[in-house]
């Protein structure tokens, strides 16, 4: 599996942004996308989640500290996963990356995932 994740930018506090991830090469009918971060000398720490099993159903998680302003979707006919981001804050400030895993078990711990897309910086200044 291949990833490419997109979108991210510069963006003043209370802006918006879409991150996107396109997904190529093996599928399956359960899976979960992930989103995380990593902000300069810190971990990387979950985001969000989206675990869909036989195709159609799905469930989504998020971190404390997004809930409510940033919301996770998919898009099966493209192969791609959104992360609609509202509110910003400069604590969002990080590298996002999205990653997968060929399960539909949702995990916020960054092993859990086996595939990994490339990161894209995404900037909140004040």
């Known amino acids: 599996v291949q990833l490419q994740a997109s979108g991210g930018g510069l963006v003043q506090a209370g802006g918006s942004l879409r991150l996107s991830c396109a997904a190529s090469?093996?599928?399956?009918?359960?899976?979960?996308m992930g989103w995380f971060r990593q902000a300069p000398g810190k971990e990387r720490e979950f985001v969000a989640a989206l675990a869909v099993f036989r195709w159609s159903d799905y469930n989504t998680y998020y971190a404390d500290s997004v809930k409510g302003r940033f919301t996770i979707s998919r898009d099966n006919a493209k192969n791609t996963v959104y992360l609609q981001m509202t509110s910003l804050k400069p604590e969002d400030t990080a590298v996002y990356y999205c990653a997968a895993d060929l399960s539909s078990v949702i995990s916020t711990v960054p092993r859990r995932y086996e595939y990994w897309g490339q990161g894209t910086q995404v900037t909140v200044s004040s």
């Open positions: 090469g093996r599928t399956s009918t359960s899976y979960t």
